[in-house]
T-cell receptor, first 115, second 110 residues
Framework: GAVVSQHPSRVICKSGTSVKIECRSL??????MFWYRQFPKQSLMLMAT?????????EQGVEKDKFLINHASLTLSTLTVTSAHPEDSSFYIC???????????FGSGTQLSVL | SQQGEEDPQALSIQEGENATMNCSYK?????LQWYRQNSGRGLVHLIL?????REKHSGRLRVTLDTSKKSSSLLITASRAADTASYFC??????????FGKGNQVVVIP
C-alpha cells in the first residue's frame, strides 16, 4: 500500500518555541492531506484539511495562526505549532489521500511534549 | 454530531476467540471504513464497505453494514496476540473528510 512518512516521531520542546512536523507521501501524489490530533485513549480529532497549492481549511475551534499548515507540493505537507504551550502537548497524525480519494494513508504520528 | 460510535469500547479476549465490535453513525454515507491503530502509531486501513454492500470479507476480517440501522460491525476471527490494537470506524463527510468514532480497544491474551 501507499506509504506516508511523518517526522519527527517525538519532540520535546520548551514553552514558547515553534515546532514543525513534516508529512510526506513517498510513492503517490497526495492531492489532499489531513492533520489530526489525538489525546490518550481518545479518537482522532480533525484539525484541518489541506489541498496542494491552496490554503488549508480548518475545523471549527482550531486556530489557524496557532497551527500553520503548508501544502506546497503533492508530496509534502507541514504542520507548524507556533509558540507551543503545554496544552498543545498531544499526538499529531497526518494522513493523505490520492486521486482514488477513498482510503486514507496515515503517517506514524508525532508525540509532542511541551515543557 | 460525532459520526461513528463504537460499542463496546474495550474488549479483552483469549487468543483464538473471535472479537466483534460495532459502530453506529447518524447520517447517510457513501462508504464506511475500519482502521486499526497500534499504540502510539498511525492508523492502518483495514477494509472499506460501500453503502450498497451488506457484508465484506478480508482475510480474518468480516464487516457488515446495515444502512437501515446505520450500523456496522467488525468481526475478527481466530484472534491473535498481534491483533491487540484500537479499532476505529470512519465515515466520509463533506470535502472528503473522514469522521472517526471513539474506537474499540481490543486486547488479545496469548
Amino acid at each position: 500500500g501507499a506509504v506516508v512518512s511523518q517526522h519527527p516521531s517525538r519532540v520535546i520542546c520548551k514553552s514558547g518555541t515553534s515546532v514543525k512536523i513534516e508529512c510526506r507521501s513517498l510513492d503517490f501524489q497526495a492531492t489532499t492531506m489531513f492533520w489530526y490530533r489525538q489525546f490518550p485513549k481518545q479518537s482522532l480529532m480533525l484539525m484541518a484539511t489541506s489541498n496542494e497549492g491552496s490554503k488549508a481549511t480548518y475545523e471549527q475551534g482550531v486556530e489557524k495562526d496557532k497551527f500553520l499548515i503548508n501544502h506546497a507540493s503533492l508530496t509534502l505537507s507541514t504542520l507548524t505549532v507556533t509558540s507551543a504551550h503545554p496544552e498543545d502537548s498531544s499526538f499529531y497524525i497526518c494522513s493523505a489521500t490520492g486521486r482514488e480519494n477513498e482510503k486514507l494513508f496515515f503517517g506514524s504520528g508525532t508525540q509532542l511534549s511541551v515543557l | 454530531s460525532q459520526q461513528g460510535e463504537e460499542d463496546p469500547q474495550a474488549l479483552s479476549i483469549q487468543e483464538g476467540e473471535n472479537a466483534t465490535m460495532n459502530c453506529s453513525y447518524k447520517t447517510s454515507i457513501n462508504n464506511l471504513q475500519w482502521y486499526r491503530q497500534n499504540s502510539g502509531r498511525g492508523l492502518v486501513h483495514l477494509i472499506l464497505i460501500r453503502s450498497n454492500e451488506r457484508e465484506k470479507h478480508s482475510g480474518r476480517l468480516r464487516v457488515t453494514l446495515d444502512t437501515s440501522k446505520k450500523s456496522s460491525s467488525l468481526l475478527i476471527t481466530a484472534s491473535r496476540a498481534a491483533d491487540t490494537a484500537s479499532y476505529f470506524c470512519a465515515t466520509r463527510r463533506g470535502n472528503n473528510r473522514l469522521a472517526f468514532g471513539k474506537g474499540n480497544q481490543v486486547v488479545v491474551i496469548p
